[in-house]
């Protein structure tokens, strides 16, 4: 089963940077698709970006050209690079995977999740 562990939040003022990492520690059967969502205090959770088993990103529109998602398939590693940083960026993010079981339902997994906070 995919286990998602997700690390690399922390507060930081307006136009600084983070990387946040977020690792399977379970299975890699099945895995189709990795992304970041994040949810503000009071609003849904919404799609940052994701990343397919063939390399294809997709983002945010509030993202473009900030935040860049990237993997390392060696490690199970998703990565979620932020520069640019704004205090509408706060939020907790977290790390999700679809994968399909040996039955072939594609389920979500989701990681614990982490803040990050962005000071102006």
């Known amino acids: 089963q995919v286990q998602l562990v997700e690390s690399g939040g922390g507060l930081v003022q307006a136009g600084g940077s983070l990387r946040l990492s977020c690792v399977n520690t379970?299975?890699?059967?099945?895995?189709?698709?990795m992304g970041w969502y994040r949810q503000a205090p009071g609003k849904q959770r919404e799609l940052v970006a994701t990343?397919?088993?063939?390399?294809?990103?997709t983002y945010a529109d509030s993202v473009k050209g900030r935040f860049t998602i990237s993997k390392d398939s060696v490690k199970n590693i998703v990565y979620l690079q932020m520069n640019s940083l704004k205090p509408e960026d706060t939020a907790v993010y977290s790390c999700?995977?679809?994968?399909?079981?040996?039955?072939?339902?594609?389920?979500?997994?989701w990681g614990q999740g982490t803040q990050v906070t962005v000071s102006s």
């Open positions: 999700k995977a679809a994968a399909y079981n040996y039955k072939g339902t594609l389920n979500d997994y």
């Open positions: 379970g299975s890699t059967f099945g895995v189709k698709e």
């Open positions: 990343i397919s088993t063939v390399g294809s990103p």
